[in-house]
């Protein structure tokens, strides 16, 4: 079952078993993110999961990231992963003890506001790599230079040290808690896309973020992404009756350049825009320029008539 819409004040309540055609206002992430992640969904997860369907029995999540649909969404009963392992352990933790979670953190902001910051930064992300320990990966998200968190291809983190104070130990153990409140019925597993969405049965609803067909493929390390094989997984699924959201490059650059990617004739029925805002890493790429020119909008297709 999926989480039931909130009712707010001005609503009159649902009756047992009708549900309205949910709104992006039932969908609010929490206030913050936790980790600042690539292709972070954040700003438009409740765009997103406006989309879905009431009736989910169990939700997918393949390519979590920084869990921002899945915590906007936060299913009665989900199950969510990723293939980078640090960051995994990082979701675990939060759910199964976050004292120790917000200890990490709370070490770390202040071994590296201590001194040299740009210094700190630098021994703690060498640490990470020598180590893949995922405290260490817990500050370099945050404190890294524009959240761009970057892997080269052997799986070292590469971004260098941003220019802003990342947030105290007491604001990240209030976000800590919002968000462990929203992924209570979440289980996070470390694994390749394929094997989570080959799981997915009857009613039950995957949601797919990969990485950017087009420029985002090399940032997460050296991952086996291939959106044939994601294509396959989802063609499956459908026949197995699992309805499966795909979010994918759509237009960039204001529609001067279109990145469209073809799609296998039948597999989805829905095809949505969802206007994402300026791209993070092409200013990143640029050294910091704004580009306002540089307008990403993403597709969002589903496998159902919505
Ligand atoms: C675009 S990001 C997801 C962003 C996420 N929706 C969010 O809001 O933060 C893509 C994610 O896919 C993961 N990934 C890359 N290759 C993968 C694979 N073969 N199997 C599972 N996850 C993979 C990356 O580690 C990354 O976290």
Redesign the pocket.
């Known amino acids: 079952m999926a989480r039931r819409p909130r009712e707010s004040a001005d609503q009159p309540p649902q009756l047992p078993g009708l549900f309205a055609a949910p709104t992006i206002r039932d969908f609010e992430p929490p206030r913050g993110q936790l980790l600042k992640?690539?292709?972070?969904?954040?700003r438009f997860?409740s765009q997103i999961c406006a989309t879905f369907p009431a009736d989910v029995r169990c939700y997918y999540e393949?390519?979590?990231?920084?869990?921002?649909?899945c915590a906007a969404f936060a299913p009665t009963r989900g199950v969510a992963?990723?293939?980078?392992r640090p960051?995994v352990t990082l979701w675990r933790t939060l759910c199964q003890d976050p004292a120790t979670l917000c200890g990490w953190y709370a070490e770390r902001w202040h071994r590296l506001l201590q001194g040299d910051k740009v210094a700190n930064y630098l021994e703690m992300r060498a640490e990470y790599n020598r180590t893949r320990d995922p405290a260490d990966l817990l500050l370099l998200v945050r404190a890294c230079y524009g959240g761009v968190v970057r892997f080269a291809k052997d799986g070292s983190m590469n971004t260098p040290c941003g220019v802003h104070r990342p947030i105290q130990p007491q604001e990240f153990a209030r976000r800590a808690e919002a968000w462990r409140s929203r992924l209570q019925g979440v289980r996070f597993e470390h694994?390749?896309?394929e094997a989570m969405v080959d799981a997915a049965g009857p009613g039950d609803l995957v949601y797919c973020?990969?990485?950017?067909a087009d420029s985002?493929n090399a940032l997460?390390g050296a991952?086996?992404?291939s959106l044939d094989r994601l294509l396959a997984a989802i063609d499956r699924a459908k026949v197995r009756g699992a309805r499966v959201a795909l979010?994918i490059d759509g237009t960039k650059r204001s529609g001067r350049k279109v990145c469209d990617v073809p799609m296998p004739a039948g597999l989805f029925v829905t095809d949505r825009q969802v206007v994402v805002g300026r791209s993070m890493l092409r200013r990143f790429q640029l050294g910091g320029q704004t580009l306002e020119h540089e307008v990403v909008a993403d597709r969002l297709l589903l496998t159902w008539q919505a």
Do not use: R
């Open positions: 992640w690539i292709g972070s969904k954040q997860a393949p390519f979590v990231g920084s869990a921002s649909v992963s990723d293939v980078l960051l694994s390749d896309f973020d990969p990485p950017y985002q997460y991952q086996a992404f979010s």
